[in-house]
Antibody
Framework: QITLKESGPKLVKPTQTLTLTCTFS??????????VGWIRQPPGKALEWLAL???????RYSPSLKSRLTITKDTSKNQVVLTMTNMDPVDTATYYC??????????????WGKGTTVTVSS | SYELTQPPSVSVSPGQTARITCSGDALPKKYAYWYQQKSGQAPVLVIY???KRPSGIPERFSGSSSGTMATLTISGAQVEDEADYHCYSTDSSGIGVFGGGTKLTVL
């Protein structure tokens, strides 16, 4: 059974850097074709895809946020970390990580964590 | 940037068929995926690769895709199907994209 859990601060100040950790079980990030993605959802708004890291360390980023995002993995710890710099109140959202599968140009998220809510406020 | 367009809302009576559309220029070459999100919960995959149903998803959920439009169909919608539905795909650069979401009301 695949499970994922997001963790990190619930409140960050504007201009600070957000670090979120996704801890997972039931799969290995060293398995071919497997990845972990991050998605966020501001209150009352649509889902927004953020980033993806593959088993072979291939990484993808949302073009609109690429300059602010970094995604890394620690295969031995079964963790994926997403950092987002220069946080702003518009980044207030629920952040999800998800098990991702497929080809590097066509992939999808099949199992999601419950999400963690992050508020950006001074 | 690539966009997927969904209607903001769809409303049906219980037992009727609900159809939610998703349009995108790359859909002739890319698969569409559908997620159900109930209030306060994480999204759940209900359709993958245009028309495949994950295990555990009721048979009343089906998907199709033709040209630049993908469609999620809920045949005989139940009150418990009331939720937000999100379509998803990838663009030509391999970047994930979600539609704006459709609120399905069943009453």
């Amino acid at each position: 059974q695949i499970t994922l859990k997001e963790s990190g601060p619930k409140l960050v100040k504007p201009t600070q850097t957000l670090t979120l950790t996704c801890t997972f079980s039931g799969f290995s990030l060293s398995t071919s074709g497997v990845g972990v993605g991050w998605i966020r959802q501001p209150p009352g708004k649509a889902l927004e895809w953020l980033a993806l890291i593959y088993w072979d360390d291939d990484k993808r980023y949302s073009p609109s946020l690429k300059s602010r995002l970094t995604i890394t993995k620690d295969t031995s710890k079964n963790q994926v970390v997403l950092t987002m710099t220069n946080m702003d109140p518009v980044d207030t959202a629920t952040y999800y990580c998800a098990h991702t599968q497929g080809m590097t140009t066509s992939y999808y998220m099949d199992v999601w964590g419950k999400g963690t809510t992050v508020t950006v406020s001074s | 940037s690539y966009e997927l367009t969904q209607p903001p809302s769809v409303s049906v009576s219980p037992g009727q068929t609900a159809r939610i559309t998703c349009s995108g220029d790359a859909l002739p070459k890319k698969y569409a995926y559908w997620y159900q999100q109930k209030s306060g919960q994480a999204p759940v995959l209900v359709i993958y690769e245009d028309s495949k149903r994950p295990s555990g998803i009721p048979e009343r959920f089906s998907g199709s895709s033709s040209g630049t439009m993908a469609t999620l169909t809920i045949s005989g919608a139940q009150v418990e199907d009331e939720a937000d539905y999100h379509c998803y795909s990838t663009d030509s650069s391999g970047i994930g994209v979600f539609g704006g979401g459709t609120k399905l009301t069943v009453l």
